[in-house]
Each structure stands twice: as structure tokens, then as C-alpha cells.
Antibody, heavy 115, light 107 residues
Framework: EVQLMETGGGLVQPGKSLKLTCATSGFTFSTAWMNWVRQSPEKGLEWIARIKPKSTNYATEYAESVKGRFTISRDDSKSSIYLQMNSLKEEDTATYYC??????WGQGTLVTVSS | DIQMTQSPSFLSASVGDRVTINCKASQNINKYLNWYQQKLGEAPKRLIYNTNNLQTGIPSRFSGSGSGTDYTLTISSLQPEDFATYFCLQHNSFPDTFGAGTKLELK
């Protein structure tokens, strides 16, 4: 059974940093294209970052809204991906999901950016 | 970015009704269009992929159609468990973009 679980969300002040983790199991993680998608009442669902497998030299892609502030990474030995979020803004407040090709999704972790 | 215009935003219907939800892309997306159902507090669930392919385990009352810029999700006979929010996703052009959602409510 494919499972994804996001952790690391919470309340953080604007300008601060937070790191999310998505731990996975039940599939061949090392060849998977992994994504972060966030959802807020204001913006709806928004793809924000992708990391490809080792065969692509772990190529990454970002939405313009987070480029330069967020970094996606992966650890194939732990079947996990990460999202390092720096210089957080109030508009980054959302539930953050990891997903494999938009088929399997985690349950999400809530990030609230507020002073 | 490709804009996905989803309509209607809200839909009231009764059990047994046939309903359609539409997504219009700002340019041709070559049938790379998925449909998702989301219930409160849950992650999105893929119903249909690449316009008209039913995800394994999804009831056959769900179907999709379309081409070019216009796509439709049809639920042939609403069941109580179908009252939820529905989203489309285009994955033809970077960045992948979602519709704003259709909330399907019980009339």
C-alpha cells in the first residue's frame, strides 16, 4: 500500500523558516517524480515544487511564487522528500501536500505564517 | 501559465441527478486533464486521468470527456457519497495548474 505522510507544519512568523518532511512507503521511491502542492482558501490548489529521480541528477522545478525561497530535496535511502521554506510570507499559509504524480497524496500538513 | 476556468463554482443537486462540471483551459492542453474529488479534511482523490480514463476503484458513474481547451466531468447518477468538491488539473504545460473547484451540495 502506498503511503505518504507529511510532517513539520506549524505556526511561524513572517520572515522565518520551516522545513517539511514527506515520508513515503509502498512504492519504488528512487524512480518517482515527487511534488509538493499547497492549498489555501484564497488560492486553491497550487503546485509549488517537483524533484525528479537520480537519473535526471535530481532535477528540480519551482513555481514562480516560491522560487528562490523554497528548496525541495530528497533522500532516497529514507524514501523521503523535504521542503525547506525560507523567508516565509503570510500568503504561504496553506495546507502542504506531497504527491506522486498527483495520484497518491499525503494527508497534508498545515503551515500558518502569522505574527 | 495556463489558466483553468472551472464552472460552476457551486452546484446544488439531488441524489440520482446527472451533473456536469466543466473546465476550460486558456490554451490547448492536449487532453492532459485530470479530475479530483476532495472531501473536507481529506486529500484530493483522482477520479479521471487524461480526460477520460477512470482511475482504478472509481465507480463507473463518473466519466470524463473533452479535447482542446474544453473538458467535462459527468456524474451520471449522484450518490450520497458524491457530495464533495471537485477540481480539474492540467498537466500538459509547465507549471501544472488546477481549477478553482466546484462544490457539489445536496439540494
Amino acid at each position: 500500500e502506498v503511503q505518504l505522510m507529511e510532517t513539520g507544519g506549524g505556526l511561524v512568523q513572517p520572515g522565518k523558516s520551516l522545513k517539511l518532511t514527506c515520508a513515503t512507503s509502498g512504492f519504488t521511491f528512487s524512480t518517482a517524480w515527487m511534488n509538493w502542492v499547497r492549498q489555501s482558501p484564497e488560492k486553491g490548489l497550487e503546485w509549488i515544487a517537483r524533484i525528479k529521480p537520480k537519473s535526471t541528477n535530481y532535477a528540480t522545478e519551482y513555481a514562480e511564487s516560491v522560487k528562490g525561497r523554497f528548496t525541495i530535496s530528497r533522500d532516497d535511502s529514507k524514501s523521503s522528500i523535504y521542503l525547506q521554506m525560507n523567508s516565509l510570507k503570510e500568503e504561504d499559509t496553506a495546507t502542504y501536500y506531497c504527491t506522486i504524480l498527483y495520484v497518491y497524496w499525503g494527508q497534508g500538513t498545515l503551515v500558518t505564517v502569522s505574527s | 501559465d495556463i489558466q483553468m476556468t472551472q464552472s460552476p463554482s457551486f452546484l446544488s443537486a439531488s441524489v440520482g441527478d446527472r451533473v456536469t462540471i466543466n473546465c476550460k483551459a486558456s490554451q490547448n492542453i492536449n487532453k492532459y486533464l485530470n479530475w479530483y474529488q476532495q472531501k473536507l479534511g481529506e486529500a484530493p482523490k483522482r477520479l479521471i486521468y487524461n480526460t477520460n480514463n477512470l482511475q482504478t476503484g472509481i465507480p463507473s458513474r463518473f466519466s470524463g470527456s473533452g479535447s482542446g481547451t474544453d473538458y467535462t466531468l459527468t456524474i451520471s447518477s449522484l450518490q450520497p457519497e458524491d457530495f464533495a468538491t471537485y477540481f480539474c488539473l492540467q498537466h500538459n504545460s509547465f507549471p501544472d495548474t488546477f481549477g478553482a473547484g466546484t462544490k457539489l451540495e445536496l439540494k
